[in-house]
């Protein structure tokens, strides 16, 4: 539904997006991640239309964005960054320009107000002016006109941001719920989100792609992917590390913390392997030390540690530089 | 086609909706009508001529356009700006043209209806003597392109700028420019250094010849394509900053 081929930006000297490309199908939701100013909310401008890209294409439901934007501009929906509204308009009024602007008309329009209206749980605030509306409400608000027209696509830039836990719960569920149905890109820098709501994952540093895959793909790179997390009874740190060290599956084992009453080790496996037979060779050797073990499990990788890996080593040479 | 007539409209609907959402609109009207009664009566000396004519009272149009009309434009673009709801706007599947000419449409139509509260004066001529309502009518339709001028004008330095006051301050020199460029004092400061060409340049955008010709009664073809073209020059300068804008130049 939505093609991207090789978009560039610049803004003067900076190349703000440098070569990115991507689709996204009906039914994926893809997160868009990266560090700020990583050129998130500038790849979604061009993909919504708003500024023509330098170089490359943008093709949405089979229409080029720049030479053809009506109709590809119709099947989008979008949710700019900060959630912008008008402020000397009630909620009510808002939506019903969005859903004029989207060429709703009459009892149609009324049945979209009223839809978005309930899934955006706006009832309450309805009659209420823009700029007397919480931060929630208007962020809502703003979604709820992108979803008005039902749209094949929608980009959300940084949907959860602002919102309180139990938002931020509602709108990921809705958004999850959606993306059965609907081709989804939105951008976020809080990496739960991604496990909880994507298919698919990208990770942009500085323009450019750096990961691109599901969830479970990008943990697979983290370091801790594999690894076996035991915590032990009674039994002094470095004769665990040692001990654990010594298995001939493990690459390496280290402690986490040391306290009087236990002791939190990491062992890392050989290789890539995390099929759960390093953890079946902890069980055994602690079985034969006799300690006594409070909690053993195998760590899937964990996205943040992916995320400062791809994108910290190169920022810190730049700083150094 | 229709389309584009339906989306004007809604976005020029939004844009009124606007002005009277704040006591702004209110207020606008209520000093309008108050300095166009000053001007008109005590500086105009309505009375003192002993004509049933409105001479008096759009003798001083641009002049209090010159402040007024600013003040109703300088939001136009600034405030889609600052508010970020531009990016809101040109998402959606209008062009560029429709929104600049909606919001325009909007804004002048307000203005008109300040100037059509005026009509009290209308029937003081009329009850106070015979007044030449044809004149009149003139009258008015030179004093609403001469807003629809400064308007332009507005917008366009709306779209310069996020910030209000700037583009207000922008919109006022340029207007005075258009007013002045073809008043003498000025004019013969240019004929002493300026070649000929430029000084019947700068004169050729003087407003006020035009805004006259409309006061004698006489709809004079050139003077409507004269500020018919400012308006369309304005508007559509408009629309090659809003494109620059976002292409981040
Ligand atoms: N209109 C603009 N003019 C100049 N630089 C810009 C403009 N918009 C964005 N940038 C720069 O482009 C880079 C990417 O910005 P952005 O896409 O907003 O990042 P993100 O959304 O990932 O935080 C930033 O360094 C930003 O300063
Ligand atoms: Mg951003």
Redesign the pocket.
């Known amino acids: 539904m939505i093609k991207v081929e090789n978009l560039v930006k610049t803004?003067?000297p900076?190349r703000?997006?440098d070569g990115v490309s991507f689709s996204v199908e009906r039914g994926e939701v893809l997160g868009f991640l990266?560090?700020?100013?990583?050129?998130?909310?500038?790849?979604m401008r061009m993909i919504t239309g708003f500024i023509p890209p330098t170089e490359g294409k943008v093709f949405v439901g089979g229409y080029d964005m720049v030479e053809n934007p009506i109709p590809a501009k119709r099947m989008i929906g979008y949710l700019p960054?900060n959630a912008p509204a008008y402020t000397d308009m009630t909620v009510n009024g808002f939506l019903n320009f969005a859903a004029e602007l989207r060429g709703l008309r009459g009892e149609d329009r009324k049945k979209a107000v009223n839809r978005v209206v309930e899934m955006c749980f706006l009832e309450g605030v309805i009659h209420q002016s823009v700029d007397t509306l919480s931060k929630g409400y208007r962020h809502r608000t703003c979604f709820a006109q992108s979803i008005i027209h039902d749209p094949d696509i929608l980009v959300l830039?940084e949907p959860t941001d602002g919102l309180d836990p139990n938002q931020k719960h509602e709108v990921r569920n809705l958004i999850r719920r959606m993306g059965e149905k609907k081709a989804i890109i939105f951008?976020t820098h809080i990496l739960e989100e991604v496990e909880a709501v994507c298919s698919r994952a990208i990770i942009?540093d500085r323009?450019k792609i750096v990961a691109n895959g599901t969830p479970e793909e990008l943990k697979q790179r983290s370091d801790y992917a594999g690894a076996v997390s035991v915590r032990v009874l009674g039994v002094p740190g470095e004769t665990v590390r040692q001990r654990l060290g010594a298995i001939p599956l493990a690459r390496k084992a280290a402690i986490v913390r040391e306290a009087p009453e236990y002791v939190h080790a990491r062992v890392y496996p050989q290789g890539n392997q995390r099929n759960g037979e390093l953890a079946r060779s902890i069980a055994e050797v602690s079985l034969k030390e006799g300690w006594k073990i409070e909690e053993l499990h195998t760590e899937e990788g964990r996205l943040d540690e992916v995320f400062r890996a791809i994108t910290l080593p190169d920022t810190v040479k730049e700083n150094n530089r | 086609m229709n389309s584009a007539v339906a989306n004007v409209r809604t976005i020029a609907k939004r844009e009124l909706g606007g002005y009277f959402a704040s006591p702004v609109a209110y207020v606008f009207i209520v000093i309008f009508l108050l300095l166009c009664g000053f001007f008109t009566f005590m500086l105009g000396g309505f009375f003192e001529r002993r004509e049933a004519s409105l001479v008096s009272f759009f003798l001083w149009h641009p002049w209090l356009y010159l402040f007024l009309v600013p003040a109703a434009g300088m939001r136009l673009w600034s405030e889609e700006r600052r508010l970020g709801t531009m990016e809101l706007l040109l998402t959606m599947p209008i062009t560029a043209w429709q929104a600049i000419v909606g919001k325009f449409l909007a804004s002048w139509l307000f203005l008109a209806l300040a100037l059509a509260l005026t009509f009290p004066v209308v029937m003081t001529v009329n009850y106070l003597g015979d007044a030449d309502n044809g004149v009149i009518f003139c009258g008015y339709i030179g004093s609403l392109l001469l807003a629809g001028a400064y308007l332009a004008v507005s917008c366009l330095t709306s779209a310069m700028t996020r910030n209000q006051v700037i583009s207000f301050i922008i919109s006022v020199v340029i207007c005075l420019f258009l007013i002045l460029a073809g008043w003498p004092p000025v004019t013969n400061l240019l004929v002493r250094w300026a070649p000929e060409w430029l000084v019947s340049g700068v004169v050729a955008f003087s407003v006020i010849p035009h805004f006259d010709g409309f006061q004698r009664g006489v709809l004079d073809s050139r003077d409507l394509i004269f500020f018919l073209s400012i308006i369309g020059f304005s508007l559509f300068a408009t629309g090659v900053i809003i494109r620059n804008l976002r292409s981040?130049h």
């Open positions: 803004f003067g900076k703000a997006v990266g560090p700020n100013g990583a050129g998130k909310s500038t790849s960054e830039d951008s942009i323009g | 981040g």
